[in-house]
């Protein structure tokens, strides 16, 4: 046989390689497990010969991606954009990266699927259907292996298959899940304060950001006859249940007080009724207190939220403050340990955050952690409140590396200003108000 006749022999196998491969890869989607994210990611490794495939879906109104195959409980996410499969869902072509094994998405299914071989090339291909980018089918090839052009049309026609059996699951299910979700958000951010409590002497911010879904933080702030009540509570779980759960906890403690009920009274009182209240194995940690602007003094119930720190301007350090009681709803209470006292110094900054924001997670898996949030702090002590917030977001979002946060992050910040910046912030406070008023005179 001459060279030719080899050459026409070796391109003729090729295509019957392919088109075998192309026959059972359809006959395997169009099989009863068409729907199943499994049996189409399980297909795209066999028929393309590639080490794993992942499979992102793509939420259509954020552009997020969350990794569905590989599983994992919580999936890691994707902002968008990031990574190589968020650059192929915002430009919705395929994208083929010879040596890909550092890029973020791919540490993360790695990590996912505890694979120690390092990747080489790499295949993002969009899933579209009604031009619409539904998610992301990445195929991971070991590193030195040759990349076979022919799978490229392969992994193509699976990414079309791909598609359709992602849009064969909506639009009514899922775009009724997302409208509940979107339900469930609204309730729960209407539960939170619009604006911070004006107090002479300080400067407080809150802010609350939510995961995908409806999940168990919130907060609250407002000032009562007694001082200024403080709250950040955070349930178990994600989802609905959580989320009603913290608004429940939120809700009897306002009636409380209304009811002119002190602060270990309403702790005991609340937490005896959800203890009633939530499955044995449901709790709400809570960090509950009262800020006297007088004597700049502090009583709280700190019920298993944590890690909480106030930085101390005095001496330049930071200092964790532990729980002084448990969870809320773990146990009926007959009765409460007294409320602890923390004092504010001038300078000092009270900082309440959530675990959200303490267990940012890089495509590593490794953790934003206190300390991080600690040196933040000490930097931009001198930092109105709002602005230290979002420096401290916009770094863990950096840390992240384009891994969108798996759990909600709220946070309080109170600093007591020092004697100067509290006599130029009256002076100011004074000088909008007689504006306004001189606004209404005229």
């Given at each position: 046989?001459?060279?030719?006749?080899?050459?026409?022999a070796n391109e003729d196998a090729a295509r019957k390689n392919l088109l075998e491969a192309l026959l059972a890869t359809t006959r395997a989607l169009g099989g009863p497990e068409t729907g199943s994210a499994t049996a189409l990611s399980e297909a795209a490794r066999v028929h393309t010969g590639a080490r794993t495939a992942a499979l992102w879906r793509r939420d259509t109104q954020t552009?997020?991606?969350?990794?569905?195959?590989?599983a994992r409980d919580p999936p890691p996410r994707l902002?968008?954009?990031?990574?190589?499969?968020?650059?192929?869902?915002?430009?919705?072509?395929?994208?083929?990266?010879?040596?890909?094994?550092?890029?973020?998405?791919?540490?993360?299914i790695a990590a996912v699927d505890q694979d120690r071989r390092h990747t080489g090339a790499v295949l993002s291909l969009p899933l579209v259907a009604d031009e619409i980018v539904l998610?992301?089918?990445?195929?991971?090839?070991?590193?030195?292996?040759?990349f076979d052009p022919n799978t490229v049309l392969l992994a193509q026609v699976l990414a079309a298959e791909s598609a359709l059996a992602l849009r064969q699951q909506g639009p009514g299910e899922a775009n009724t899940l997302h409208s509940e979700v979107e339900v469930?958000?609204?309730?729960q951010r209407s539960t939170l304060p619009t604006q911070m409590p004006a107090v002479?002497?300080?400067?407080?911010?809150?802010?609350?950001?939510?995961?995908?879904?409806?999940?168990?933080?919130?907060?609250?702030?407002?000032?009562?006859?007694?001082?200024?009540?403080?709250?950040?509570?955070?349930?178990?779980?994600h989802g609905f249940g959580p989320a009603l759960s913290a608004m429940e906890m939120q809700g009897m403690l306002r009636v409380a007080f209304r009811l002119g009920a002190s602060l270990d009274d309403a702790y005991r009182h609340v937490n005896n009724q959800l203890a009633e209240d939530l499955p044995e194995d449901r709790f709400i940690t809570a960090f509950m207190a009262y800020l006297d602007a007088e004597t700049h003094s502090m009583r709280y119930h700190c019920a298993g939220q944590g890690p909480l720190l106030i930085y101390r301007a005095g001496d330049n350090r930071c200092e964790w403050i532990e729980p002084t009681t448990f969870p809320v709803g773990v146990m009926d209470l007959a009765e409460v340990?007294?409320?602890?006292?923390?004092e504010m110094g001038e300078g000092?900054?009270?900082?309440?955050?959530?675990?959200?924001?303490?267990?940012?997670?890089?495509?590593?898996?490794a953790e934003f952690g206190p300390e991080r949030v600690a040196g933040i702090i000490r930097r931009g002590l001198h930092l109105p409140m709002a602005e230290l917030c979002q420096r401290l977001l916009v770094a863990a979002d950096t840390f992240a590396g384009g891994i969108a946060a798996a759990d909600d992050v709220t946070l309080i910040l109170v600093r007591r200003l020092p004697a100067t910046d509290a006599r130029l912030a009256t002076a100011k406070s004074s000088a909008a108000q007689e504006s306004e008023q001189h606004a209404q005179d005229g």
């Open positions: 046989m001459n060279v030719d006749s080899t050459g026409r552009g997020e991606l969350t990794l569905v195959i590989p902002t968008a954009g990031a990574g190589l499969a968020g650059r192929c869902a915002e430009g919705g072509r395929m994208l083929l990266e010879v040596d890909a094994g550092t890029a973020v998405d791919v540490v993360a998610g992301v089918l990445q195929l991971l090839y070991e590193s030195g292996r040759g469930a958000r609204a309730i002479p002497g300080y400067d407080l911010y809150g802010h609350f950001q939510p995961a995908t879904y409806a999940g168990g933080d919130m907060f609250d702030a407002v000032k009562l006859s007694t001082g200024v009540f403080l709250l950040l509570g955070d349930a178990t779980g340990p007294q409320a602890a006292t923390l000092d900054i009270l900082a309440l955050i959530s675990d959200g924001l303490y267990e940012r997670v890089d495509a590593a898996n």
